[in-house]
């Protein structure tokens, strides 16, 4: 038997997948502190997976994670939209393109 190890969140339905693939999952459910660890993780590897691929996928699941991490912090992506909105009203978005390359004092 070949054993390969993992240690990483996966989604909901990953274990029925493999499974389904005649393979046998070895998984634990995590507790509030150690889900937000592993989102965090998570959230990492799926930024690098976006800056090699450039796709909407990617973009996808970064989202994703980042709607878990808001669950869990109490706010959910209804809240995310809020906070967005307010800063976008604040501090405007990212439409126009500007890039900042200095600032000089008054003087």
């Known amino acids: 038997m070949t054993v390969r190890t993992v240690n990483k969140l996966v989604r ?3 274990p ?3 499974l389904l693939n005649g393979e046998t999952p070895n998984f ?3 507790e509030d502190e ?3 660890d592993a989102l965090n993780e998570k959230l990492l590897e799926e930024v690098d ?3 090699g691929s450039k796709s909407l996928e990617e ?8 709607c878990a991490i808001a669950d ?7 809240e995310i939209e809020y906070i967005m909105d307010e800063k976008a009203i604040e501090r405007g978005r990212f439409e126009t393109h500007v890039f900042l ?3 000089s004092d008054a003087k």
């Not at 869990?72 to 209804?78: A, N």
């Open 12 to 14: 909901d339905k990953v």
């Open 16 to 18: 029925g997948m493999i």
């Open 28 to 30: 634990r459910i995590l």
């Open 34 to 36: 150690e889900f937000l």
């Open 49 to 51: 997976e976006y800056m």
């Open 59 to 66: 973009l996808a699941d970064i989202l994703q994670v980042i």
């Open 72 to 78: 869990v912090l109490g706010g959910g992506y209804k």
């Open 101 to 103: 390359e200095s600032v």
